[in-house]
């Protein structure tokens, strides 16, 4: 299928008739995912945006359940988001980030219902990229610039217009509702010639790097690594792929609810334990964790990198931690098993 | 400027040849244009890593506190007179550390270098003289360098180091006195517009603590917004929460913020923190007469009393 | 603190700081009666700066 650029604000419009739709809007500096008001918001030109969209999936703070007490006893509401919605514009590394998000949120041991209804309820409209950034390194994880995991529809960028290509069932029917035109073959070609053309500069080599952290626990490179680590949460809160929170309550006299908000593993208290022990309490061992994590636990548990290649945390990060050069020295690094 | 990069490494391979140290904190070049990033030497040899450019934005004396080796700091004004301030709070042992000074005439934006672009990706960046040339894939634009500095370099008082144990190059002009001008135009405002302005400005804010991380003056172990029993500052994003945070913060800072602009560096989201920070700085300047930071003879202004303090917050009776 | 508050846009007359002793007993009851009327007149406390997410 086939939508001309100058139809998107209309086609957006008529969504936003049964969807909350959300779109890469231009706020100041820099390009973020809102809600729209108007299909004209949507810029199509960007390259990616600040922080990713998975906040619409599972927003950075969210109320899970209310309460009050009344005189006849405690009444507590859950409050769990069933509106249906569009994410239009989400980058192939983001919409895998979401289908590795759904390991998490979605195992034979939990299933976590406010992720889990907004999931079913968002139908993900992607946009290849014609022209990843320098940062990008979605090809050496696993994904790439047309990569479909996670998305329902991907749109292909030829220049006037975008080629549609179905990738789920909740895509078709979204495309069949809007009576998407069929695409000719000239359209098909373009898209074709866009997608080989299409190159990702920025290459991580993982070769061998997994069996590294499987025996690099005590090392001695993690000093040298963390050092100029600021401990803040600017890569955490970038990333596509982090999940942690952290629950607090927030109360009034006899109303309050039970609010759950992003945490980081950067973070000193992160691994405060109720007994007053908190096993990680150096920058370095809690650096030293966010690697194992994203390239060793996930795999052990989920046999996935939780890492996209999106390049944000390179980006954002104060003193230009990048986790391409981290990657690079361990697997360049002699492991020892010595504390 | 490539004078300079040669004359650090060089001070610096002297400290390592001599064992005057056992550590050099400085920059060397980033992953990405535009970017240095902290740097740790050990070895004489690694010392041709350093660099130094419109990009050594960071505040190194972040990297300095309690540390039991002697340790070398290329640092600049503001690095030197956040050194003086954690000296006198008994965070750095002045026999423990070696300055190496270098007298700055600012540093890059990259927030104004994005806008100018106006989000496109910056590939190369060039400097010829005052002017900076920035290419990225299919266009290239040119600008001045002095356009494109940080606001705190721009209003900076004290570029050139206050303390120092070797001073690499010359002097640069003293900065001008700084007006606050920021300060007392948002002051002129009405509080209605203020409290627009600061609502807009946090709701950007994603709870990342980069502000209070990249500060030096940062340091307490635990911090009174990690604390979650009790829970002494709402940990969402609502951006009365951010605000409060914020306040907190500032209100700490009140008399030892040496106004060196690494918070509003670090923010990701590019929140305007200087035009919060700078108001209890210029307030401290204006009622005690006091600068942090500028000499290690100086006391620490809301440490000390005297009688005639003034007290223009009492309720008029 | 005063200063900040207003700064970030607490309304002035929100905030207010006073010396009292112990032993001055009679000013502290005036006093505070006069901060009570004088915040009950600003009306309630709109928070710091505005409230956007209902948590």
């Not at chain 1, 290509?165 to 359209?187: N, P, Q, W």
Request: charged fraction near 25%.
């Amino acid at each position: 299928m086939i939508i001309s650029k100058k139809d998107i604000p209309a086609f957006l419009d008529g969504l936003m008739a049964e969807y909350r739709v959300f779109a890469p809007v231009k706020t100041g500096t820099y390009t973020m995912f809102q809600q729209l008001k108007a299909g004209a918001e949507a810029v199509l030109d960007y390259s990616n945006t600040k922080i990713p969209p998975k906040g619409i999936l599972f927003p950075q703070s969210e109320k899970l359940f209310t309460y009050s007490l009344t005189g006849e006893g405690a009444k507590v509401e859950e409050v769990i988001d069933a509106a249906q919605s569009v994410v239009f514009g989400i980058r192939p590394c983001d919409a895998r980030s979401i289908a590795l998000l759904d390991n998490v949120f979605n195992n034979d041991k939990y299933q976590d219902p406010y992720y889990l209804t907004r999931r079913a309820n968002t139908v993900l409209v992607g946009v290849g990229c014609n022209d990843p950034c320098s940062t990008c390194f979605c090809a050496s994880v696993g994904s790439g610039p047309f990569d479909t995991a996670g998305l329902d529809l991907l749109l292909v960028d030829t220049g006037e217009a975008y080629v549609v290509e179905t990738v789920s069932e909740k895509g078709r029917e979204l495309a069949a509702k809007a009576g998407l035109t069929a695409a000719g073959d000239a359209a098909q070609a373009a898209a074709a010639r866009v997608k080989e053309e299409a190159a990702v500069t920025s290459a991580v080599s993982t070769d061998g790097l997994k069996a590294k952290l499987d025996v690099n626990f005590y090392d001695g490179i993690w000093d040298l690594i963390h050092e100029k680590c600021l401990g803040c949460g600017a890569c955490t809160y970038s990333c596509p792929t982090c999940h942690c929170f952290d629950i607090v309550d927030d109360a009034t006299g006899t109303d309050g609810c039970r609010i759950r908000n992003w945490d980081s593993c950067m973070f000193p208290l992160f691994t405060m334990h109720g007994s007053g022990h908190n096993p990680r309490t150096s920058g370095k061992e809690r650096y030293r964790n966010r690697v194992m994590h994203k390239f060793k636990y996930f795999v052990d548990n989920f046999e996935a990198v939780a890492c996209v290649g999106c390049g944000r945390c390179i980006n954002n990060c104060p003193v230009n931690l990048d986790i391409r050069e981290v990657l690079a020295d361990i697997r360049g690094s002699e492991a020892r098993l010595d504390k | 400027m490539q004078n300079i990069t040669n004359l650090v490494q060089d001070a610096a391979k002297k400290l390592l040849e001599d064992k005057t140290v056992d550590l050099v904190v400085g920059f060397s070049g980033g992953s990405l244009p535009l970017r240095s990033t902290p740097c740790f030497i050990r070895t004489p040899e690694d010392t041709a890593k350093l660099v130094w450019d419109l990009s050594c934005e960071n505040n190194l004396a972040n990297y300095l506190r309690k540390k039991n080796q002697k340790i070398g700091v290329v640092a600049k004004g503001c690095d030197t007179r956040s050194i003086v301030a954690l000296i006198k709070e008994n965070q750095i042992d002045r026999d423990k550390v070696y300055i190496i000074g270098v007298p700055c005439s600012g540093m890059v934006d990259r927030n104004k270098v994005e806008q100018l672009l106006e989000g496109k990706e910056l590939l190369e960046i060039t400097r010829d003289g005052d002017t900076l040339a920035l290419k990225g894939k299919g266009f290239s634009k040119t600008a001045g360098i002095s356009e494109l500095l940080h606001n705190s370099c721009r209003s900076c008082g004290h570029p050139n180091p206050v303390l120092f144990d070797q001073m690499i190059g010359e002097p640069v002009a003293a900065g001008e006195v700084d007006t606050f001008a920021d300060i007392t135009e948002m002051e002129a405002k009405a509080a209605a517009d203020r409290r627009a302005f600061f609502t807009d400005q946090f709701s950007k804010c994603i709870r990342c603590y980069a502000c209070r991380n990249a500060c030096p003056m940062c340091y307490c172990e635990e911090c009174f917004v990690d604390c979650s029993t009790p829970e002494w500052i709402g940990k969402t994003i609502d951006p009365q929460d951010s605000m409060l945070f914020q306040i907190g913060r500032v209100f700490h800072l009140a008399g030892r913020c040496v106004d060196c602009g690494a918070c509003e560096r670090a923010c990701p989201m590019g929140i305007n923190l200087t035009l919060l920070n700078r108001k209890l700085v210029k307030d401290v300047k204006d009622l005690f007469g006091a600068e942090a930071g500028l000499s290690l003879d100086d006391k620490a202004v809301l440490d000390t009393f005297a009688p005639d303090d003034p007290q223009p917050f009492l309720v008029k009776e | 603190m005063k200063s900040l508050l207003e700064y970030a846009g607490v309304e002035e007359g929100r905030v207010n700081f006073s010396w009292v002793s112990a032993a001055e007993g009679g000013r502290f009851a005036e006093l505070v009666k006069d901060v009570t009327e004088k915040v009950k007149d600003l009306g309630p406390n709109k928070g710091l700066i505005e409230k956007r997410i209902e948590v």
